[in-house]
């Protein structure tokens, strides 16, 4: 059987290189293939465009590497807080699309051709990755995007149910029109083709009455959770923050009798690459508008 699989393997890698001509491949185990040349770092992008004195400046606040480039699509590039010392000083691909909170992933990559030190110091004007130090460089810089999983609004929801501090669930998106219990479930999943898979405790989604009044479906909320919550409905952008609301889960068997629920989703951006949703509302930090600038110069994403 392992030599089986070592030779899967091989005539796998021998097919992702004739198909992806130029890249640096290597099968690993169950089938994955593992790019070799991705050496660019993406957790977070600065706005605007910076001087090599600026990008060595802000790098020393990282306490990593960088380095500088050159990308045909967005002209020069530099890198900081780079935590392999490995992918400084190469050329390679790097993943110029961060998977921002609240919108679909985008896997796309570029190349880059890598600047010598002397030539990096001709430039002026740097568009900023980053991987390690987003909080201390955004003291200093402002930030145009951060990856959902660094970002404080995916943080403050992640895995709440076993947050015993947390006393509100906030939603993101509702959806308009009411489902059934049947219908709501189809939607909590990212393939249809995966609904014969799976059973009624598997669909990522809780139903619950607010307020005694309005029965609700929420998505991406996986575990039962405890009755001593709030809730709170969509804050849109420019309207004033929802009040709290009561909210009391109810069992799979109960909620089989009820055939007009409101659907939420509670943590984005799972459950929308598949899907056109029809969105009702959205949280106003999801619009193009909002300011995520604080009073007191922190950036909301950070808090």
Not at 51 to 58: A, G, H, R
Not at 116 to 125: F, M, R, W
Not at 241 to 258: M, Y
Request: hydrophobic letters at 30%; glycine letters at 6%.
């Amino acid at each position: 059987m392992k030599k089986s699989n070592i030779k899967q393997n091989s005539l796998l890698t021998k097919l992702t290189k004739k198909l992806n001509l130029n890249r640096n491949a290597k099968d690993e185990e169950k089938l994955i293939i593992n790019y070799n040349d991705i050496v660019g770092c993406t957790t977070y992008k600065l706005k605007g465009v910076y001087t090599y004195n600026e990008v060595i400046k802000l790098n020393k606040l990282t306490k990593r590497r960088c380095s500088f480039g050159f990308c045909k699509e967005l002209g020069p590039i530099a890198f900081i807080g780079i935590l392999n010392a490995a992918n400084c000083n190469k050329s390679g691909y790097f993943k110029h699309n961060i998977h921002t909170y609240g919108k679909n992933c985008d896997e796309g990559i570029y190349y880059f051709i890598s600047y010598s030190d002397e030539d990096a110091k001709q430039i002026s004007n740097f568009t900023v990755f980053g991987d390690a130090g987003l909080e201390v460089v955004s003291t200093k810089a402002p930030i145009e995007q951060v990856h959902y999983i660094s970002d404080f609004r995916y943080r403050s929801k992640k895995g709440f149910d076993r947050n015993h501090d947390k006393a509100v669930i906030e939603m993101d998106l509702k959806l308009s029109g009411t489902y059934t219990f049947d219908e709501a479930c189809a939607l909590a999943i990212d393939n249809e083709k995966d609904k014969k898979y799976l059973t009624g405790e598997d669909y990522n989604i809780q139903f619950a009455v607010v307020d005694d009044t309005m029965y609700v479906g929420i998505i991406n909320i996986f575990c039962e959770t405890k009755n001593d919550l709030k809730f709170r409905d969509v804050w849109e952008y420019g309207c004033d923050e929802p009040p709290l609301q009561k909210i009391r889960f109810l069992t799979k068997s109960q909620a089989q009798k009820i055939n007009a629920f409101s659907l939420y989703i509670y943590v984005c951006p799972y459950n929308l690459k598949n899907k056109n949703y029809p969105i009702e509302k959205k949280d106003r930090t999801f619009d193009p508008r909002f300011d995520f600038k604080m009073p007191d110069g922190r950036d909301y994403r950070l808090n």
